[in-house]
């Protein structure tokens, strides 16, 4: 499992390169095609007088006619739908010729597809999924697990010392990958960095708190924890309404949406997370919710029966 997410993280990190070399996220390589029905007179009047003009003569290909695509056909002079077709087209012209708008379209289209939907919706749950599963399952792998509970020590404190063992490992390997994200997008990616760190860091203790449970309950804890993932943190965390309160992935980016509007970023350029709750709840639910789950699992654990042929 550990290489399945270190292999996933390659391809992203060499799909993030790709694109940035492309300018995937900048206007100027993202021209607009019109199609020739937008441009169909409205009328056989207006086909028969156009029909005349239809070929012109191409000077610089050795003089051939050639003829006119629909959209080159000229059209009779009208000042006032000219004036007001100028005075609306005017609007996107400057935007498009503001700097702010241009970076702040390119980083928000990075937040987007990158951050929000590849990384922290299947990258770093993964790569949490790795290591927390992990504490319990080598035990059970291994057999010792019913060894490992007849030691002097409260069952509560053993599950209490394998998540914070685990939970370094989890945040150096989530972080990390994060990192290596970012600086894979250039600058756009180096303000992400700047700006989501946080978030990431909070999300991954949530996920290693939830799945160190998951890991500690079932037997074959990564395919519950796939399940989970694929289903729930993908599905739920962007379906309308109050189900995706239930996602630790809805308020990790809650956080990195908030943060990107304070920055003065478009908030309306991400529509999944328009209904983002408050930073203060969102940090007020990632640093509760560990505490509980972990406390739930310490509980879980000490009235748990584990067998050797388990």
């Given at each position: 499992?550990?290489?399945?997410?270190?292999?996933?993280?390659?391809?992203v990190?060499?799909?993030?390169?790709?694109?940035?070399?492309?300018?995937?996220?900048?206007?100027?390589?993202?021209?607009?095609?019109?199609?020739?029905?937008?441009?169909?007179?409205?009328?056989?009047?207006?086909a028969?007088?156009?029909?005349?003009?239809?070929r012109?003569?191409?000077?610089g290909?050795?003089?051939?006619?050639?003829?006119?695509?629909?959209?080159e056909?000229?059209?009779?002079?009208?000042?006032?739908?000219?004036?007001?077709a100028?005075?609306?087209?005017?609007?996107?012209?400057?935007?498009?010729?503001?700097?702010?708008?241009?970076?702040?379209r390119?980083?928000?289209?990075y937040s987007?597809?990158v951050?929000?939907?590849?990384?922290?919706?299947?990258?770093?749950?993964?790569?949490?999924?790795?290591?927390?599963?992990?504490?319990?399952?080598?035990?059970?792998?291994?057999?010792?697990?019913?060894?490992?509970?007849t030691?002097?020590?409260?069952?509560?404190?053993?599950?209490?010392?394998?998540?914070?063992g685990?939970?370094?490992w989890?945040?150096?390997?989530?972080?990390g990958?994060?990192v290596a994200?970012?600086?894979?997008?250039?600058?756009?990616?180096?303000?992400?960095?700047?700006?989501y760190?946080?978030a990431?860091a909070?999300?991954?203790?949530?996920?290693?708190?939830?799945?160190?449970?998951?890991?500690?309950?079932?037997?074959?804890?990564?395919?519950?924890?796939?399940v989970?993932?694929?289903?729930?943190?993908?599905?739920?965390?962007?379906?309308?309404?109050?189900?995706?309160?239930?996602?630790?992935?809805?308020?990790?980016?809650?956080?990195?949406?908030n943060e990107?509007v304070?920055?003065?970023?478009?908030?309306?350029?991400?529509?999944?997370?328009?209904?983002?709750?408050?930073?203060?709840?969102?940090w007020a639910?990632?640093?509760?919710?560990?505490?509980?789950i972990?406390?739930?699992?310490m509980?879980l654990f000490?009235?748990?029966?584990y067998?050797d042929?388990?």
């Open positions: 499992m550990g290489w399945v997410s270190a292999g996933l993280l390659g391809l990190i060499m799909w993030v390169t790709v694109m940035v070399s492309r300018g995937v996220w900048d206007v100027e390589t993202q021209r607009s095609r019109l199609s020739d029905k937008q441009y169909r007179p409205s009328n056989k009047q207006d028969k007088r156009l029909l005349p003009t239809s012109y003569r191409d000077l290909g050795g003089g051939e006619n050639r003829p006119l695509r629909a959209h056909l000229p059209n009779p002079l009208n000042p006032t739908e000219d004036a007001l100028s005075l609306v087209l005017s609007v996107p012209h400057a935007a498009m010729q503001d700097e702010g708008f241009l970076k702040s390119k980083f928000m289209k987007r597809y951050v929000l939907l590849v990384f922290t919706g299947f990258v770093l749950p993964l790569f949490t999924l790795t290591y927390a599963s992990g504490a319990f399952g080598t035990e059970r792998e291994s057999r010792s697990l019913v060894w490992l509970m030691r002097p020590i409260p069952r509560s404190g053993i599950y209490l010392a394998k998540y914070l685990t939970l370094p989890c945040l150096a390997f989530g972080l990958g994060f994200v970012c600086l894979a997008g250039g600058d756009v990616g180096r303000e992400a960095l700047t700006r760190w946080p990431a909070m999300g991954t203790v949530a996920f290693a708190s939830l799945f160190h449970l998951i890991g500690a309950i079932f037997r074959r804890p990564v395919v519950v924890g796939l989970y993932v694929f289903f729930f943190e993908t599905v739920v965390a962007v379906l309308p309404g109050s189900l995706k309160l239930l996602s630790l992935t809805f308020y990790a980016r809650s956080l990195m949406y990107a304070s920055a003065g970023h478009p908030g309306q350029m991400l529509p999944t997370m328009t209904e983002a709750v408050s930073s203060e709840t969102a639910v990632l640093a509760l919710a560990p505490v509980l972990t406390l739930l699992g509980w000490s009235r748990s029966e067998r042929d388990e």
